[in-house]
C-alpha cells in the first residue's frame, strides 16, 4: 500500500457458500481519485463494495480504508468510518412522504447535531451543488427519475463524505441524465477532494471519467490502471484480452456479452456500433432496465 492508496486490499479471500468470489485479491485504489470497477456480471463487483463498507467481511486477508482495518475495527471506528463515506446505489430510493430537501436534511438530522438553521444551509448548498435548488420543496413523485437520482446524490453527499460509492448510479436513467450525472460525479470529485468508487455496466460511459480502472473475473483482478495503462496491457495480457474478445466461459449471458463488448470499445479496440454514442448509450440502457 502506498499513501496515496485510500482503499486496499490485501491478499483478499472471500466465499458465498461453495462459490469463491475473491481468491486472494490485491487492489490499490488511489485516493482523491475515480476508480472504476468493471467486470461481467456476477463477478463480485457490488459484494466489493460490501466489504469497503463493512456490511461482510473476509474470511482472510484484509480491506483498509483510509489505513483502518475494516474487518477488526471496533464498532465506534467502524461507525466513524461510515460517517466519512457516501453511497448512491441505484436503489437507493428517496423517502417518499418527505420533500427533496427533507430527504437531503434526514442523514444530518439523524447522524449530527447541527442546530436547524445549519441543516437548512447544508441542505441549500448540496441541493445546489447538484443544481435542483429550485425542487427543494417538491414530493419525489413530482420529480423525473433524473432529478431523483440527484436529489439522492445529495443525500449521500449530506454530510460531507470523504468516499463515495457509486453502485449502478446510471441504470434506467435516459442518456441525457447519464451525461449529467457523469459531470456531476467527475466535478464533485474534483471540487469536494472525494475519493470515488464507481461500479457501472455502461463501460463506455465510466471509463470517460474514470482515473483509474480495476477489472475483475473470476475471481481474481485481470487488469488495474489507468484507461491508457490497460489499452498497454492488454496484447500481454490473455485474462484481460479474453475478457475483452467475448464473454467468459462461464458468463455466456447477454449481459456479459455486453460487457466484454463496451469495455472493447470504450479502450477503443473495437469500432464504435454506427450509431451516435447517445443512441447507442440509449439503447443499452432499454436492454439494462
Ligand atoms: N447474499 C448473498 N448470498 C449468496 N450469494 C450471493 C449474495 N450476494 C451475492 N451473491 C453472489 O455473489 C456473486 C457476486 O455478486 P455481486 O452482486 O457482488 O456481483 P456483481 O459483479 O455486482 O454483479 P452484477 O454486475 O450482476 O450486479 C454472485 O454470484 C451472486 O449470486
Redesign the pocket.
Known sequence: MTSDSYITFENVRFS??R?C?FDGVNIAIPRGKITAIM?P???????LLRLIGGQIKPDSGTVRVDGLDVARASSKSLLAMRRRLGMLFQNGALFTDLTAAENVAFPLREHSRLPEPMIQRMVTLKLQAVGLLEAAGQMPAALSGGMARRVALARALALDPELMLYDEPFTGQDPINVGVLLRLIASLNQALGLTSVL?S?DVTEALSIADHVVVINQARIVASGSPDALRAEMPGNPFLRQFLEGAPDDDQSELGQRSARTFAEALGLLPRPDKSDAAAAASRHRNVG
Do not use: D, E, L, N
Not at 456480471?41 to 459484494?47: A, F, L, R, V, Y
Open positions: 458465498r457458500g462459490k468470489i467486470g456480471s456476477g463477478t463480485g463487483k457490488t459484494t461500479v455496466h
